[in-house]
Every structure is written in C-alpha cells, then in structure tokens.
C-alpha cells in the first residue's frame, strides 16, 4: 500500500476514534474537501462552517497525537494479519457501496480485495429456515455464481451459510460481518469462513479489529450488504426480520429486491409476501434474475473504471461485439483457464474481463466450472 493511501487509511482511522465527530460529519467533510487527510488540516478550515463543527475539530486537533498512535496500532495489526484497510477514496473502494447514503469511510478486507467490484447478488434470509428455504438458497447462490455474479451475504445461520456454500461450488463469495475482522460470529462457521478465504472469497466488515457481535452492530452490516450488490434476494423472511432491514436498504438505496414466494402457512413467507407487495421482482428461477441484471452488469463495469477515463452513456445496450468474442475465445484457447490467465493474455482489467465472460456465458459460448473458464462451441 502506498504512502498516499497510507495517509488517507490513517486520517480515516483518527476521524473513527474519535467520537465527537458522526459519520454523517466526516463524510460531508470529505464530500467538500475531497480527501479524509484533509479534515484534518487546519489550514482547510472554513469560518462558514457552523462554530460547533469548528470547536469539535479544534479538540480533534488537541488529540492528534494519540490518535494517531491509535490509527497506526491498526494498520500495523492489518499489514500483520492481512488484512486490507481500504478507505473510501482508494480505487479499489467498491463504487457501487460509494453511492449509498451512508457508506462506511474504511472498509477491512481479508481476501481477495478484487470481488468487491465485481457484480454481486445479494442473497439473505431467515436464521431459522426451513429444509426447502436452505436448499432453495444454496441452489440460486449455485446457479448465479456459475454464472459469474459474486454472491454476498452476512455469514449467519440459515440462509446466509446456505448462499455461501452454494456459491462455493460454483463461484466466488463474499461475506460481510457484523464484528471485527479476527472474531468468526457464530462460531459454528467458522469451516465456511476459512474456505471463503481459501477459494479465493473474502471477508468484509467496516469494524475495528476487537470488535464483538452487539446487536447494533448488524443493521449496519446489512446496508453493506445491499449497497454492494446490484440486487438483493429473499428467501425466507419473518416480518420483523434483519433480512427485510436488508432488502429496505437496498430500496432506499435504489437497488433490485427479489422475492421467493412460499406457502401462505409458512411464517416465514410473510416477510417475502410482504416484500412482493411492496414491488419486489417476484423470482421462481435463477434465470430470472440474471435476465434482470444482465443489463445493469455494463453500468457496473463503468462505475469501476477509474475517475480519469471517458464515461459513456449509460443508456447505451452493452454487449459483447464480435471483434472482442474473437479476442477473448483466443485467449481461453481450446482448455479450462482461470481468470488470472486470462487477465494475463488479454491484457483486460478484472471488470471489464468479467463483463465479457458473463455476455458469453449468457449467450451459451462459454461455461464456468469451478472458477475455470471454457469454451463450448
């Protein structure tokens, strides 16, 4: 990590301890300076700003020093454990969880940091799920990581560990927490957690290292969740039910939210029921949302792309020509290849290669099995 980012992962560390600040302070600060370092130069002080907003960073100023010893404790944690701390103006910072209202200024990442900006379905549910809601979401988070999207859900019982084990048969999936990044809630995943990691998944959370699973802490988990995904599905949901937290997030935050309908005496249906009512796509097959979303994957991909290149229209149809369907079916050659091969021969970064792949995937040119890529006509 360079000095730069250094810097700006240190300026985000000091403004989260300290406490007189609210986040919704330090990111409009950072929306009129352009950099979370510079909240913390006096010299970009405004006299227009209200005098309480003054005073509290005038006492920020008076604790820099041990703030700064504090920051440092946790980068020097991370870089020791590998973890990644990724503030909010890093490229690599997920472009879709930067729009939502309330994004978290640091993220830590253990794993492979490349997921987070790759299109992502989230899928949610009941803790207490019953036998045909745990196979119904292992089987959908199965079938859309086949077909490329990146499943991304919260790591609980029940449906959550149901959609990160689907996804590990097929694809790659991200869990994000409601704790610090060292502390596995419920300890019963802890397997599920370990082979996230290891088939090249990762895991998420905006809390310090040390951080315990306190009840408050999983709402903000869940707006993570949708804000990372382009849309989000329920399984099985109670009415009063952190999953339906999660699919109101992703409403608010102009997301897609997918329902399973159920069985009218299932109390677990009442919260997906509800959801259809209020809009939801109702969903029978993995088709379904792929058919939805296959057009938002360009908009995705541009989103990723940094500042300093061209947007185009997002209106415009993305799909793969066959100029590009010539170039990459080259790379892929006629035997099973993996995504860092193919990023190597093409020379393509991570979105835009995953784009491609997903249109052929679509379009039946290609298959993906296990993370490797071949092809099939």
Not at 269 to 291: F, R
């Amino acid at each position: 990590m360079d000095r730069e980012v250094d810097k700006e992962s240190q300026a985000a560390l000091m403004l989260y301890f300290y406490k007189n600040l609210s986040p919704s302070n330090i990111l409009e600060l950072y929306q009129q300076l352009g950099t979370l370092s510079g909240i913390l130069v006096t010299s970009n002080w405004s006299d227009a700003w209200p005098s309480a907003l003054r005073q509290n960073l005038e006492c920020l100023d008076q604790q820099r020093m041990q703030l700064e010893q504090k920051a440092q404790g946790v980068l020097s944690w991370c870089k020791d454990n590998h973890i990644s701390p990724l503030n909010i103006t890093h490229s690599d910072y997920p472009p879709l969880l930067r729009e939502i209202a309330s994004p978290p200024p640091m993220l830590f990442v253990q794993g492979n940091i490349d997921l987070l900006v790759l299109p992502q379905i989230a899928i949610v549910g009941s803790r207490h799920a019953t036998g045909s809601g745990l196979n119904t979401a292992f089987e959908f988070a199965k079938m859309l990581a086949d077909s490329g999207f990146v499943i991304t859900s919260g790591l609980a019982l029940g449906i959550d560990g149901s959609a990160h084990k689907g996804a590990l048969e097929t694809g790659k999936t991200i869990a994000v927490l409601g704790t610090g990044s060292d502390i596995i809630y419920p300890k019963r995943h802890g397997d599920v957690h370990q082979k996230i990691i290891s088939e090249g998944g990762a895991i998420v959370t905006e809390f310090l290292p040390g951080t315990p699973p306190l009840p408050a802490h999983f709402p903000r988990r869940n707006r993570i969740i949708s804000g990372l995904s382009l849309g989000t599905m329920v399984v099985e949901a109670a009415i009063k039910s952190g999953s339906l937290i999660t699919a109101k997030y992703a409403m608010e935050q102009g997301r897609e939210v997918f329902a399973i309908p159920g069985s009218i005496h299932n109390a677990l249906s009442k919260g997906t029921h509800s959801l259809l009512k209020q809009g939801a796509t109702l969903v029978e097959s993995a088709a379904d949302i792929v058919e939805q979303l296959k057009g938002m994957l360009g908009h995705a991909a541009l989103e990723a792309l940094p500042s300093s290149v061209p947007s185009m229209p997002t209106n415009m149809p993305i799909k793969t020509d066959k100029h590009e369907n010539e170039l990459l079916l080259n790379a892929i050659g006629f035997d099973p290849v993996d995504m860092d091969t193919l990023v190597e021969r093409t020379g393509l970064s991570v979105v835009e290669l995953n784009r491609q792949l997903m249109e052929l995937q679509l379009e039946g040119i290609i298959s993906n099995q296990n993370g490797l890529y071949d092809r099939l006509e």
